[in-house]
């Protein structure tokens, strides 16, 4: 199972730019190719269906298994592979100027990164990965998430004080990050050892 795991990444390494038409994303792209190494299934939840009736009918399948952003459209991962003892998310970021983005998510140390782009500086490559790990630290990783808590105690506060008699109030905080200095992935001068990072933490992480 890991040992199919990591063919696929090999084989992710080598695939080209995939274009936003004919319904492929990069997401259904890396799912289908881990199913086909790895001899899993790709689920993912109806829209009618309520999470309790989902986890009923993931706990009966046989794994791995692959589910399609298990935590809902707008948030990460997603992908979560689920074998025998553990699970892995997987993050998909694609570009076309070879810059890799975090809108309103920054990195989770044990997240695999999947990167696929354009970049102009390096127009041989087109998809590389990276553990969340190398790119945050503990320290930054607590740090972002104190300072989103201390938002949404801001929220709180002014919902249930300033606000609580208005007919307006927060409804939800949506943070933007930027990661500044190197976030061309393609031509990173670490990009083949935070690759072989990738390999060998789903190769021991997956172990049982
Ligand atoms: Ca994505």
């Keep these: 199972m890991c040992e199919g795991l990591i063919k696929a990444f090999a084989e ?7 274009p936003k038409t004919k319904g492929r994303t990069v997401e259904t792209e890396v799912a289908d190719l881990i199913a086909r190494h790895i001899g899993g299934t790709i689920v993912s939840k109806g829209g009618n269906e309520t999470p309790s009736k989902f986890n009923a009918r993931i706990g009966r399948l046989a794994k791995p298994y692959i589910i399609l952003q298990p935590n809902g459209s707008q948030s990460v991962p997603d992908l979560r592979v689920v074998t025998d003892t553990r699970s892995v998310d997987i993050e998909c970021k694609r570009s076309k100027n070879g810059k890799a983005m975090w809108n309103s998510g920054y990195p989770k140390a044990d997240t695999v990164y999947v990167y696929n782009g354009n970049d102009p500086a390096n127009t041989a490559e087109h998809t590389t990965y990276v553990l969340g790990a ?11 998430g104190s300072m989103l808590d201390a938002f949404r105690g801001v929220k709180e506060k002014y919902n249930k004080g300033l606000l609580k008699d208005s007919k307006f109030r927060l409804e939800h905080i949506r943070p933007m990050y930027k990661e500044t200095g190197q976030n061309r992935w393609l031509i ?5 050892s935070r690759e072989a990072v990738v390999l060998s933490h789903l190769d021991t992480f997956l172990q049982p």
């Design 12 to 18: 992710l390494k080598n695939y080209p730019f995939i």
């Design 134 to 144: 190398d790119l945050i630290t503990p320290d930054e990783e607590t740090a972002l």
């Design 188 to 192: 990173h001068p670490e990009k083949r």
